[in-house]
């Protein structure tokens, strides 16, 4: 064969251990389960060092099959490196997650599955004619420059967790901020219309084209939904509260490995408590649709319900005794217990109140 042919055989065995590597990652891993790990930072420290071989093997198979430069003979070797080692970084995953929490190891199979999709990508583009347009030079160009992006986010200063803690940090971040702009935009709802504005301020507005049609894209809330959206306002700040000080309060004091099923659990609840907010608050806008308003309402609920089944401790508990693992006093720690304890009253307070609001809109519609 020529090296042209191997080269064409080595792209496509690696396009098949991509597809390979992704349905790995898929599976459950039982049958590693058995098998003796390293340590958590080993396992991360092999990780890191794959996804180095990879950007290297990419940059060389990048160099050698230059569409206007090609030298396949020199393309083997790292074309052999990138299927080697596309399977060894799933590997790599299933050994982790034998060690850490499932919060932890998708932060780290997220990254895998970017690379290994990238590197498929690339050697698709490889696999097309070497003499078509500079278009297609371009986008082997992009794809190369994904893996690079990829592994470089990957490899920088905090650019992975270091613990299955710090993921679940990581995620309450960032959803507390989705949190945090879903809310002002219900505070943007809930802006009481000045009757008073001329047309000429309205006019001022964007024009969004919508008018055009006969339909208004921003439809004013009558004073009863006001009222309701008001109430859901309030809603809404306890449940930025509670998850702040979950933040603040929880995530610090969990004891690691012992407490990586709490922490994974904390991790998907504020999850979905981000959704439940987007629902809630998206369901706000005029005009109100009662039955559409309680579904998610009672989503909300539900979510808030969980979170307090894992951080809530029974009365005649102490929040320490519960989790069994916080580093706090008894005198903090019973004051955490006190806060959450009325923090979760008071949501469901406000839930009771928004309740009651939309059993009387229910029975006007």
Same mark, same amino acid.
């Given at each position: 064969?020529?090296?042209?042919?191997?080269?064409?055989?080595?792209?496509?065995?690696?396009?098949?251990?991509?597809?390979?590597?992704?349905?790995?990652?898929?599976?459950?891993?039982?049958?590693?389960?058995?098998?003796?790990?390293?340590?958590?930072?080993?396992?991360?420290?092999?990780?890191?060092?794959?996804?180095?071989?990879?950007?290297?093997?990419?940059?060389?198979?990048?160099?050698?099959?230059?569409?206007?430069?090609?030298?396949?003979?020199?393309?083997?070797?790292?074309?052999?490196?990138?299927?080697?080692?596309?399977?060894?970084? !799933?590997?790599?995953?299933?050994?982790?997650? +034998? %060690?850490? &929490?499932?919060? #932890?190891?998708?932060?780290?199979? $997220?990254?895998?599955?970017?690379?290994?999709?990238?590197?498929?990508?690339?050697?698709?583009?490889?696999?097309?004619?070497?003499?078509?347009?500079?278009?297609?030079?371009?986008?082997?160009?992009?794809?190369?420059?994904?893996?690079?992006?990829?592994?470089?986010?990957?490899?920088?200063?905090?650019?992975?967790?270091?613990?299955?803690?710090?993921?679940?940090?990581?995620?309450?971040?960032?959803?507390?901020?989705?949190?945090?702009?879903?809310?002002?935009?219900?505070?943007?709802?809930?802006?009481?219309?000045?009757?008073?504005?001329?047309?000429?301020?309205?006019?001022?507005?964007?024009?969004?084209?919508?008018?055009?049609?006969?339909?208004?894209?921003?439809?004013?809330?009558?004073?009863?939904?006001?009222? !309701?959206?008001?109430?859901?306002?309030?809603? +809404? %700040?306890? &449940?930025?509260? #509670?998850?702040?000080?979950?933040? $603040?309060?929880?995530?610090?004091?969990?004891?690691?490995?012992?407490?990586?099923?709490?922490?994974?659990?904390?991790?998907?609840?504020?999850?979905?408590?981000?959704?439940?907010?987007?629902?809630?608050?998206?369901?706000?806008?005029?005009?109100?649709?009662?039955?559409?308003?309680?579904?998610?309402?009672?989503?909300?609920?539900?979510?808030?319900?969980?979170?307090?089944?894992i951080i809530s401790p029974p009365r005649s508990k102490t929040l320490e005794e519960q989790l069994g693992g916080l580093s706090v006093s008894d005198e903090s720690g019973n004051k955490t217990t006190l806060w959450f304890s009325t923090c979760f009253d008071q949501i469901s307070k406000a839930i009771r109140g928004v309740s009651e609001t939309l059993q009387?809109?229910?029975?006007?519609?």
């Amino acid at each position: 064969m020529s090296d042209s042919q191997l080269a064409e055989l080595a792209i496509t065995l690696l396009i098949e251990s991509c597809n390979a590597a992704s349905t790995g990652l898929s599976e459950d891993g039982e049958d590693i389960k058995g098998c003796p790990t390293s340590d958590f930072i080993t396992l991360r420290t092999d990780f890191l060092s794959l996804l180095s071989i990879i950007y290297a093997a990419t940059t060389k198979v990048a160099l050698s099959l230059k569409p206007s430069a090609s030298h396949p003979k020199a393309s083997l070797v790292p074309l052999k490196d990138l299927t080697n080692n596309v399977a060894a970084i !799933v590997h790599s995953i299933r050994l982790m997650r +034998v %060690k850490e &929490g499932s919060t #932890l190891t998708q932060e780290y199979e $997220k990254v895998a599955r970017g690379v290994i999709n990238a590197v498929r990508s690339l050697g698709i583009t490889l696999t097309s004619s070497p003499e078509t347009s500079t278009g297609s030079t371009e986008e082997y160009l992009v794809r190369t420059g994904e893996i690079h992006e990829l592994i470089d986010s990957a490899k920088k200063t905090n650019g992975l967790s270091l613990n299955n803690r710090e993921a679940v940090c990581r995620i309450f971040a960032q959803d507390h901020e989705s949190m945090k702009d879903a809310a002002e935009e219900l505070q943007g709802i809930c802006k009481p219309v000045d009757e008073n504005s001329s047309d000429d301020d309205e006019e001022d507005d964007f024009d969004d084209g919508w008018a055009e049609l006969g339909i208004s894209s921003n439809p004013k809330l009558s004073p009863y939904e006001l009222s !309701v959206a008001e109430k859901v306002q309030s809603l +809404v %700040k306890l &449940g930025l509260l #509670l998850h702040k000080r979950i933040i $603040k309060d929880i995530l610090p004091s969990y004891v690691l490995v012992k407490e990586n099923s709490s922490l994974d659990k904390l991790a998907v609840s504020s999850g979905k408590l981000v959704i439940a907010f987007d629902d809630l608050i998206s369901s706000m806008y005029a005009p109100h649709q009662a039955s559409n308003i309680t579904t998610h309402l009672g989503l909300f609920q539900q979510v808030v319900r969980d979170f307090q089944t894992i951080i809530s401790p029974p009365r005649s508990k102490t929040l320490e005794e519960q989790l069994g693992g916080l580093s706090v006093s008894d005198e903090s720690g019973n004051k955490t217990t006190l806060w959450f304890s009325t923090c979760f009253d008071q949501i469901s307070k406000a839930i009771r109140g928004v309740s009651e609001t939309l059993q009387n809109l229910l029975k006007d519609q």
